[in-house]
RNA sequence: UCAGAUGGCCGGAUGGCCGCUUUCCGGUUUUACCGGGGGGAGGAAAGUCCGGGCUCCACGGAAAUACGGUGCCGGAUAACGUCCGGCGGGGGCGACCCCAGGGAAAGUGCCACAGAAAGCAAACCGCCGGUCCGCAAGGCAACUUGCCGGCCGGUAAGGGUGAAAGGGUGCGGUAAGAGCGCACCGCGGCCCUGGCAACAGGGACGGCACGGUAAACCCCACCGGGAGCAAGACCAAGUAGGGACGACACGCCCGGAAAUCCUAGGGUUUUCCCCAGGUUUUUUAGGAGCGGGGCGCAUUUCCGCGCUGUCGUCCGGGUCGGUCGCGCGAGGCGUCCGGGUAACCGGCGUCCCAGAUGAAUGGCCAUCCAGCCGCCCGCGAGGGCGGUGGACAGAACCCGGCUUACAGGCCGUCUGACGCA
């Protein structure tokens, strides 16, 4: 089994992981990860916490979103929903822990077969998490490749 | 059978694997996790357009005003702009559908273009009568007749314009005409009958006056305090503002100081007095009360209430987070019973039926069922195989409505046409 899946739920800390423009965008979903602040609540006090990454917590989190773009509320619903599956299926044996993922939903993701989703967020990862020091460099070289890849 | 009208309903099904949320039970190391059982989106959950519940705030009271809404009558309802049943008007052969459907003799405004004229009576072309001039014809003459034109008068039939032109049609009547008279229709108020009422039917009368527009202002009747679960309550941390208490200063502004009260002071004749005059000032002082005014309580009126600053102590406490609010309710269901034409109401029985908060209610797969496409078989009804494939849309405090969106399908009632019997 692998690490315990945590969950981003302020807008700040999406903001922070987007921050990074460590990214990978596959056909059906666009990757975001960010190293998990060590510091990761230190302005509001440690102590209100809950979930500390250092102690027994989760080891990654995952965030999930959607724009306006991908359609109304219901195909937005429904793209998380899938990205939450898949992220289920991957993240907890594949992501390297100690990192934030943000999941990005796109029109694409409501109409990928759900094994290429798979594939899609494995890609992703390897060219996002898998590579263990995501430093922003080495981050904008492989696009180019990894497109046809996908296909 | 075809075309149509209308009411109601459904809005994929089953299984497997893996999850989410909530609740109950059990276990443990009771913090958190594990195991098991149960519940888990809609007819519109949507738009947030009305009406309520609930919560807080404002609330002193009353009336009026303003603002907003509603608008045939009766009923239903917690309430409604909703629903039901009627009435009136309009459309349709019909089933049926549509209507912001109070008041236009309370007042103001407007009625484009066209037209002479658009609201109060008028008269452009006309028609008719009188008169004058001219011309022509006739006549011995006075004069007569006809025509053109001017002037005065009578008309509103006809022409023409318009959405709309001072009732309509017909007959009489007249110089020509005209409700001028008559008949029918329309209109008006009156009376009678039916109806709770809107209204309908009838009668005699009037003699046409009263054009339209209120989705122009307006008038009338009725209804309405404001904001919303991000309401609101609590918990941990604690900054500013805030509140309470105490102290001090002395409490919106102006006025006058005759009388009243309080405090301090002074005088002293001590059951009292601090007065009068004059003055630029030297007036016992301060306060309350008093009179007037300002501001606030939507506006106005009447009464009513309230108005300042510093320091100290204590309480309390923004954002973020957590808990509650938070689902037994104007609740769902029933070949049920009773009342009602119906909306709906009463009774009985039965059930407990989502509570998330970066927001659960799902992800994937298989089979089946509609539908669509292609091929094959069959005279035909139809059958077989393969592919494709399921709309609008996601609770966010809760109810009653309205409106809008919607693939496909099911059931009932009714109307018209055609055919058959």
Excluded: H
């Amino acid at each position: 089994m692998g690490a315990v899946v945590g969950r981003l739920k302020r807008r700040s800390e999406f903001l922070r992981v987007a921050a990074t423009r460590c990214k990978w965008a596959a056909p059906g979903l666009i990757l975001q990860a960010a190293r998990a602040a060590c510091s990761v609540p230190p302005p509001s006090g440690g102590a209100s916490v809950p979930a500390l990454p250092s102690s027994g917590g989760p080891a990654l989190r995952v965030g999930f979103t959607c724009s306006k773009k991908v359609g109304n509320s219901v195909a937005r619903n429904r793209a998380k929903r899938r990205l939450r599956a898949a992220a289920a299926a991957i993240l907890p044996a594949l992501a390297a822990p100690g990192y934030d993922y943000v999941l990005i939903g796109r029109q694409e993701t409501l109409r990928r077969p759900y094994a290429q989703l798979l594939q899609d967020l494995r890609i992703a990862l390897k060219r996002v998490g898998a590579l263990r020091e995501p430093r922003p460099s080495t981050a904008e070289a492989p696009p180019p490749l990894a497109e046809d890849k996908g296909e």
